[in-house]
């Protein structure tokens, strides 16, 4: 779906991405990294708004640079910042919706209807939560090949946050891709996986959760490691959670903020 090898990126004079490299295929993404790591730009990069300054970017096989109505009919970009136009709901669909050749509106009004929006309202009406979810449900009822949301659950109320995990758990998503960049990673848990991590203008990470499952394990521990005994740790309640080599037997997937951290702390797992 995305195949981007030794890509350069700047806004001004300091590299953003020096030689980054990513492959996404079918799956649900999440896309993490500290503030400024550049996942928006990243996702910018990848539907064709920004352009790089060196290296490759594929997306669905195209050059995003050229902005083929092929390619841009198959994507859609949910930005964070989301501005609600003048007009009704509705006719943000019927004039919108042409553009996404397999939009199925009984898809937005059923995802719609799970969210309580009103599609009646004027956009720029509706609170910020409201319009997130209108863009979401438009996002979803595309059935575009690739979907990229940058924060989408940022401003969603609880209800909504659970709503939002399970229609995404629902989307079949074995020819498609679907990248989530996230802070809320409480949210997203069992949602998304493989785990890509950016970190100082490179991908550290980028793997299933069962490829690092096979490589390390997690467990609680009451006394502090010795130092050597363990790849990472952290204090919690009574104890240590600590991340050792070799595979887990539990088979169960590791808490997402303790592996961000074990991942920026060790600069990414080998
Ligand atoms: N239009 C722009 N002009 C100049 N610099 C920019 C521009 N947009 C972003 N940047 C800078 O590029 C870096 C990456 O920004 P980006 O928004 O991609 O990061 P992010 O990982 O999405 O951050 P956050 O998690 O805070 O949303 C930041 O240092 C930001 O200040």
Redesign the pocket.
């Known amino acids: 779906m995305i195949h981007i090898e030794t890509l350069h990126f700047q806004?001004?004079k300091e590299a953003?991405f020096k030689d980054l490299t990513l492959k996404i295929g079918p799956g649900i993404y999440g896309l993490l990294?500290?503030?400024?790591?550049?996942?928006?730009?990243?996702l910018?990069i990848i539907s064709g708004q920004l352009y790089p300054r060196d290296g490759q970017c594929t997306t669905l096989g195209e050059n995003p640079v050229r902005r083929s109505t092929s390619m841009l009919s198959d994507i859609y970009y949910l930005p964070?910042d989301i501005q609600g136009p003048e007009i009704r709901g509705d006719k943000y669909v019927s004039l919108n919706a042409p553009f996404y050749p397999r939009f199925r509106k009984e898809t937005f009004d059923q995802v719609l209807r799970q969210f309580e929006v009103d599609e009646t309202k004027k956009l720029s009406t509706l609170s910020y939560g409201q319009k997130k979810k209108f863009f979401i449900s438009f996002a979803i009822a595309t059935h575009c090949t690739l979907l990229l949301m940058?924060?989408p659950t940022n401003g969603l109320d609880i209800p909504s946050k659970s709503q939002f995990r399970q229609v995404v758990a629902g989307l079949d998503m074995e020819s498609r891709s679907l990248v989530i960049?996230t802070?809320q990673v409480r949210d997203m848990e069992m949602l998304i996986d493989p785990i890509i991590i950016?970190e100082k203008g490179k991908v550290i990470l980028n793997k299933s959760m069962e490829e690092i499952m096979s490589q390390y394990h997690m467990s609680f521990q009451e006394s502090k490691p010795e130092p050597g005994e363990a790849l990472y740790w952290e204090k919690v309640l009574g104890g240590y959670s600590v991340v050792k080599e070799g595979p887990s037997l539990e088979g169960k997937s590791m808490d997402l903020e303790f592996l961000f951290n074990f991942s920026i702390n060790t600069r990414g797992l080998s």
Do not use: F, I, Q
């Open positions: 806004y001004g953003l990294g500290k503030n400024g790591a550049g996942k928006s730009t990243l910018k964070e940058d924060e960049s802070h950016v």
